[in-house]
T-cell receptor, first 115, second 116 residues
Framework: AQSVTQLGSHVSVSEGALVLLRCNYSSSVPPYLFWYVQYPNQGLQLLLKYTSAATLVKGINGFEAEFKKSETSFHLTKPSAHMSDAAEYFCAVSAFTGGGNKLTFGTGTQLKVEL | AAGVIQSPRHLIKEKRETATLKCYPIPRHDTVYWYQQGPGQDPQFLISFYEKMQSDKGSIPDRFSAQQFSDYHSELNMSSLELGDSALYFC???????????????FGPGTRLTVL
């Protein structure tokens, strides 16, 4: 079975500082990994996804993530935080079960950006 | 671009009542997923449909049922509602590329169900 673990349920950074949100995965097969962002009272928006084409994946809003098999990690980064980045971020792994393609989410990381 | 539409956006029900949530996928998408997100929790997979057939089932209570119709919209029916069913219910859709795990799921805004 596939799973993801997000370290740190709350992360606080200053505006302009580096954002680093951690995600580690567990998978018996090559994983497909996703990062979604959820703003208050809204749905989940895809930031980026890893599908084995390239280990460094660039997403929307200046975010990127690097797949590291040796560390079983898929951490999300952004060089310079903006106030508008404050939201909850979910790492997810896709598990094709022969019939479906369900996503298994981590517990989420709430990002706070301070002036 | 068209997105996933869910209705209603908010729903308030009493215990033991029934509720029906609707999902309209992105045009040409053939797969629909339902997720439940409790307060302060991560989304949990409930059920999915591909080409109007159930394709996968997660932690969906027996009191819940769902289907996908000929126009690809989906409905989640919930009966004998309990307080613990209060949650945000998301629908997501994707265009299947042979069932690949890389299929991107696009989420709707969710239906917030409150059971009193």
């Amino acid at each position: 079975a596939q799973s993801v673990t997000q370290l740190g349920s709350h992360v606080s950074v200053s505006e302009g500082a580096l954002v680093l949100l951690r995600c580690n995965y567990s998978s018996s097969v090559p994983p497909y990994l996703f990062w979604y962002v959820q703003y208050p009272n809204q749905g989940l928006q895809l930031l980026l996804k890893y599908t084995s084409a390239a280990t460094l994946v660039k997403g929307i809003n200046g975010f990127e993530a690097e797949f590291k098999k040796s560390e079983t990690s898929f951490h999300l980064t952004k060089p310079s935080a903006h106030m508008s980045d404050a939201a909850e971020y979910f790492c997810a792994v896709s598990a094709f079960t022969g019939g479906g393609n369900k996503l298994t989410f981590g517990t989420g990381t709430q990002l706070k950006v301070e002036l | 671009a068209a997105g996933v539409i869910q209705s209603p956006r908010h729903l308030i029900k009493e215990k033991r009542e029934t509720a029906t949530l609707k999902c309209y996928p992105i045009p040409r998408h053939d797969t629909v997923y339902w997720y439940q997100q409790g307060p302060g929790q991560d989304p949990q997979f409930l059920i999915s449909f591909y080409e109007k057939m159930q394709s996968d089932k997660g932690s969906i209570p027996d009191r819940f049922s769902a289907q996908q119709f000929s126009d690809y919209h989906s409905e989640l029916n919930m009966s004998s509602l309990e307080l613990g069913d209060s949650a945000l219910y998301f629908c997501a859709s994707s265009l299947s590329s042979g069932g690949s795990s890389t299929d991107t799921q696009y989420f709707g805004p969710g239906t917030r169900l409150t059971v009193l």
